[in-house]
């Protein structure tokens, strides 16, 4: 699916026009066309209704806010995080040392605390980039940080960029206590004269009344290694899946609830060891296999990154998601799935 484009634009168009002469503002290097107003889905004999690109929920007005990603932390001292409840979408992908970190992307909500924040990786500028988002991240790889000098990027680095928008946690030690959130990061990338309007992927949602046909899919575990397991768990009662992490329910440290997905997608995706420390090189375009989870059905698919973000497949045709939160499983396709997935 294509990109959809803004009326933002002609805004943006004639604020351009209006204010020429006023003064130079700093560009964007990576300046692409503003995102369409959100989707609005008419129903019979009711009102327009609006919704969030990312969740397909509804919402009172418009979005067109450009979409920040943040590293988040997954050491098992930097749990419970702060603000991975209220991301639209969160990837979780393996760094070295076998242990995860989260990419969290936020357009709909705007958690007050978001964090611990880390570093980041190439594979994760992939991502981040299919989103059009702006990223934020404390330093990163040699690799990562080289890609965004050179490119052009709405770089939010506590390091090198921006730190203003971050603090320090008193109450845990670093590298482990570095937060941020996105009023101070959107903030800051319109200091930095960053677009602050952007696009994003397009998604295909089901009717809330919809069903699934698949195989039984209500407990689900993910061995990404010895030292890292997810899990998730179905409540029909909610029709979420509640998150679980080493075995444990997955908290959120400033609300004390369980974190939660609609929609779950785990695909096996070719990892490669790049170097002595354990850096990894991830594919993030695919085609591979994997599996989306919904509403307590397990459904085999093939997965590919199309028009910005890793969406899952059945006969070649788009499977829709649930309007909700979605979470985005890799793991190494080696052995096999198999050996990282298992479901009942």
Not at 182 to 194: D, T, V
Not at 240 to 269: C, W
Request: some cysteine; hydrophobic content about 35%.
């Amino acid at each position: 699916m294509a990109y959809k484009k803004t009326a933002a634009l002609l805004l943006m168009t004639a604020l351009a026009v209006t204010s020429a002469g006023c003064g130079k503002q700093a560009v964007d290097p990576a300046a692409k066309p503003v995102q369409e107003a959100a989707p609005v889905q008419k129903t019979q004999n009711q009102a327009p209704v609006i919704v969030a690109p990312l969740t397909g929920l509804p919402v009172d007005a418009e979005i067109t806010d450009r979409v920040v990603m943040v590293m988040i932390n997954n050491h098992s001292k930097a749990r419970p995080q702060s603000g991975l409840d209220q991301a639209d979408v969160v990837y979780e992908m393996l760094e070295e040392g076998l242990i995860t970190r989260f990419m969290a992307f936020y357009q709909s909500k705007s958690p007050e605390v978001v964090g611990p924040v880390r570093s980041i990786r190439p594979y994760n500028i992939e991502i981040g980039q299919g989103f059009d988002a702006i990223l934020s991240h404390a330093g990163g790889s040699v690799a990562a940080l080289s890609i965004i000098r050179d490119g052009g990027y709405a770089d939010m680095d506590e390091i090198y960029a921006y730190p203003k928008a971050y603090w320090r946690d008193k109450s845990r030690k670093a590298p482990h206590n570095l937060y941020t959130s996105i009023e101070k990061l959107r903030k800051g990338a319109e200091e930095k004269g960053y677009r602050l309007g952007g696009e994003v992927p397009v998604f295909r949602f089901r009717k809330e009344s919809d069903s699934v046909q698949g195989e039984p899919g209500t407990k689900i575990k993910i061995q990404y290694s010895k030292r890292n397991t997810a899990g998730y768990e179905y409540d029909p009662d909610t029709k979420q899946y509640k998150r679980f992490t080493a075995g444990k329910p997955h908290m959120d440290k400033e609300t004390g609830k369980q974190l939660t997905a609609t929609n779950v997608l785990v695909i096996a995706s070719q990892h490669r060891t790049l170097d002595s420390e354990g850096r990894l090189e991830i594919d993030t375009m695919g085609p591979g296999e994997g599996y989306l989870f919904q509403r307590g059905q397990a459904l085999k698919i093939t997965w590919e990154r199309k028009d910005g973000a890793i969406r899952a497949y059945q006969n070649g045709v788009e499977m829709p998601l649930y309007p909700g939160t979605t979470w985005v499983n890799v793991v190494p396709t080696t052995p096999t799935l198999a050996d990282h997935l298992t479901f009942e």
